[in-house]
């Protein structure tokens, strides 16, 4: 299944990664590696559109998929459920304190 059809094919997903005809938990793995690596490879896409930036910055289909894509994906993710907690967070303690007024 493709997501978003590129060059580099960086948003493809493939159900079986070992083409073993079955779902194993090295199949697993691997989705759970595409989906950490997500941001990166929006990035990475979103770069690679503006040929100039992405000829200056040398960019290739290995690109984010290393250590540099790696921390830049930690990075967001971190602050999506930072931000998801701190949304929750607020809407919880608004309930507690809305219930106990009268």
Request: glycine share 8%; aromatic share 12%.
């Amino acid at each position: 299944m493709v997501i978003f059809a590129d060059h580099c094919q960086r948003l493809e997903i493939v159900v079986d990664t070992n083409r073993d005809s079955r779902i194993s938990v090295s199949d697993l793995l691997e989705w759970l590696q595409f989906l950490y690596y997500l941001p990166a490879r929006f990035a990475t896409l979103a770069i690679d559109r503006s040929s100039t930036l992405s000829k200056f910055l040398d960019l290739n289909c290995d690109t984010g998929m290393h250590w540099g894509g790696a921390i830049f994906s930690g990075v967001v993710w971190l602050l999506i459920f930072g931000l998801i907690s701190m949304v929750w967070g607020d809407s919880s303690a608004r309930k507690r304190g809305g219930a106990g007024r009268s």
